[in-house]
């Protein structure tokens, strides 16, 4: 039985002149099912219909229908509706009550007033299943992103709703919070539950799902098995990019079902690269991490002009402390960090963070002002794909045009360093691409980049040197070829398929 139906279901928000949703009309039965689609498609607002964000707190105008267990939710009050509705935020700092992590997942238990030893044991239980039991007494403000996110899954967990809506939940974890998360997704689907996720990364998420849908412009597609849809996906795994662009049938959904129909390759003659120039910034003996807390010790690293340096590692390991540091927003804690002269930019995990004039355009628009710069801010909104979103207020965007907007507003007028943190967080394939495409001409510009990615396919799309931050040391793993290959934690799916490289879908249909 279908415990969430929607009826040619219609709805816009109050300042919005076009629908986020169109004409929708779906059944979702227990099982999981993906939301797949671009940014600003609609997903966000589909997922908060289902516990009455949409419309009771968001206000707007709705037409059609939409029962979730039972209950008209446009009659219902959210209340009511979140007994039966879990919902993760693609923000999940802006949910969070309390300060540390065993209260925060407690929180909702105690307002229904669970006794204490029930609510204990359904804590434990939460935190043991995200893999974050050893979290349980920490302050919420010293974790990672990618903690933070397990902690709002587990305290959503924690009420054991029917329904689980899932916005993004991988968007900022490893290899190994991303597969934890998935996991506990298929356990409560195969429990009985209705598990809804919107995501952008189906690589494993997809192979797992039991249907699809997508949307695009506020209309769906679905839902449908998998395969069935694999090849309307618009931010799809690379192996069903691959199997795209090589005319495969059916699309394959793994590495697996990929190997068999990999291509041959032909030689491939020099990098295509040009040399680096001069030394950028330096890490001397540095230590970095909060007040007196170093997470990274001992650390040698050196960047060049005209580079890309990719920072991957387990969440929590330090990538954040090194890029602040770098980056002059904290003293190293030991050694020193030496930069050349030139202007620094900065985009942090949270893109709302530097977002706070009343429109894109005027974002970037004081960027250039205040570093004198001849550029004209429609060159960076094109390049990100923002230009018809150029005159909206940043923080009414979706999270993926929220991230573009604040990568505008610090890279334009091309900085001569610039750092990035979990920059693809809430991006479709589109906006990625641009992304990259920006970051490749600020290369050849003479500018360095550093960033920080759990993003394999960005890594492997921009980078000419991968480095490990984990357990506080900084280890070089080298060119993307070696790096996101064969039996690395961070390979690509295609450099699964390609021992020592390619490690792009791009390079394998060049080479063919």
Not at 8 to 30: C, G, I, M
Not at 280 to 295: E, K
Request: hydrophobic share 45%.
């Amino acid at each position: 039985m279908a415990l969430v139906r929607v009826e040619r279901l219609t709805y816009a928000y109050p300042a919005s002149s076009s629908p986020a949703l169109r004409e929708v009309t779906a059944e979702l039965e227990p099982g999981l099912t993906v939301l797949a689609g671009g940014s600003g498609s609609g997903k966000s607002s589909l997922l908060r219909l289902l516990d009455g964000l949409v419309p009771h707190f968001h206000g707007g105008r709705i037409a059609g229908r939409a029962i979730v267990a039972g209950h008209d939710v446009v009659r219902t009050p959210t209340r009511t509706l979140a007994r039966h509705v879990g919902f993760v935020f693609q923000d999940p700092e802006l949910s969070f009550v309390y300060g540390t992590v065993e209260r925060e997942v407690a929180f909702a238990l105690e307002n229904l007033g669970v006794p204490a030893l029930e609510m204990h044991r359904r804590v434990d239980a939460a935190l043991e299943r995200l893999g974050i039991g050893a979290l349980r007494r920490r302050q919420i403000g010293t974790l990672s992103g990618g903690e933070r996110q397990r902690v709002a899954i587990a305290a959503a967990l924690v009420l054991r709703p029917a329904i689980i809506a899932l916005d993004e939940p991988t968007a900022q974890l490893d290899a190994a919070g991303a597969a934890a998360v998935i996991e506990a997704c298929v356990e409560l689907a195969a429990s009985g539950l209705t598990v809804i996720v919107a995501e952008h990364r189906l690589e494993r998420l997809l192979p797992c799902a039991d249907r699809v849908i997508v949307l695009e412009a506020g209309c769906v597609a679905g839902p449908d098995s998998p395969a069935a849809l694999a090849g309307r996906l618009p931010s799809p795994p690379q192996v069903v990019e691959l199997g795209l662009g090589c005319g495969w049938e059916p699309l394959p959904l793994t590495v697996e079902e990929a190997r068999p129909r990999a291509p041959r390759l032909r030689h491939r003659h020099g990098s295509g690269h040009e040399a680096p120039g001069p030394v950028a910034w330096s890490l001397l003996d540095a230590a970095a991490g909060p007040a007196d807390m170093p997470v990274v010790e001992h650390a040698e690293l050196t960047g060049r002009r005209g580079e890309v340096v990719v920072l991957m590692g387990p969440n929590g390991h330090g990538k954040t402390s090194v890029l602040r540091t770098l980056a002059g927003l904290r003293a190293p804690l030991a050694g020193r960090v030496e930069r050349a002269p030139g202007r620094v930019a900065y985009v942090p995990q949270n893109p709302g963070a530097i977002l706070h004039r009343p429109s894109v355009r005027a974002e970037v628009a004081l960027t250039l002002r205040r570093t004198r710069s001849s550029e004209p801010p429609g060159r960076i909104l094109e390049d990100l794909g923002l230009d018809q979103l150029a005159d909206r207020y940043p923080r009414d965007l979706s999270a993926g045009e929220r991230q573009r907007a604040a990568i505008a507003a610090a890279l334009a007028g091309s900085p001569d360093l610039a750092v990035l943190d979990e920059p693809t967080r809430g991006m479709d394939r589109a906006a990625r691409d641009a992304m990259a495409a920006l970051l490749r001409r600020l290369r050849g510009q003479g500018s360095a980049v550093v960033l920080a990615t759990h993003d394999s396919t960005l890594a492997a799309a921009v980078a000419d040197r991968i480095v490990e931050v984990r357990e506080g040391r900084l280890v070089e793993l080298g060119a993307p070829d070696r790096a996101l290959s064969d039996g690395s934690a961070y390979a690509t799916q295609v450099g699964q398929l390609y021992p020592g490289g390619p490690v792009t879908v791009a390079e394998v249909l060049a080479r063919r």
